[in-house]
């Protein structure tokens, strides 16, 4: 190994108990808390100010693990880039990633569950689930299930696009129909809602 790096040894490790930071070389350090737990860091400078960057725990992650992970900052580093940020932007798009596998009604169950509460009343809740989600107040699966078609499909620009077609289609069904005995048929407070978007 180069001189300046591996100056910490894995029986070394377990025994450090005295609260500070104790340095490996190449910028990572290990932490040892108040409480005796310890953590991997790694300390790079941006624009004259040091920051640092965390690596795991030291219960996780092992010596030869957090050299791994220390060099890999360090090439970041070499590119111009920000460990940090680099850290947040995979973050990002493994939560983008998630975000692409859950269905539609998936996503309305959510939305309807976090929002309930802030409705006035009882009714709006029972819309937005027979809109959404197909069923009736009555806990049953509603007559006229509008988006049936796409509570399976994962949330894409394809099934948003078809979802926004959905107000149209209804009008165009309650006027063939005269289903409602109404000469001009109601749209749910779901459908002005999301048509409005």
Known sequence: ????????KAKQIEQLSERGLYGDGGGLYL???KGGSRSWLFRFKTDGRSRWHGLGSAR?????DARIK??????VRLNG????EAKREVKAAARVEAAKSITFGAAAKRFIKANAP???NAKHSAQWQMTLLGIDPNGKPAKNDYCKSIRDLPITAKAFAIFQSVPSTRRWYCALSNRSGQTRPRRPAAFVVASRR
């Open 70 to 75: 220390a060099g890999d900052a360090r090439r």
């Open 118 to 120: 802030g409705w006035k």
């Open 1 to 8: 190994m180069a001189r300046g790096y591996g100056k910490l």
């Open 81 to 84: 880039g920000d460990p940090i």
């Open 31 to 33: 932490q040892v808390a």
């Open 60 to 64: 996780d992650v092992s010596l030869a």
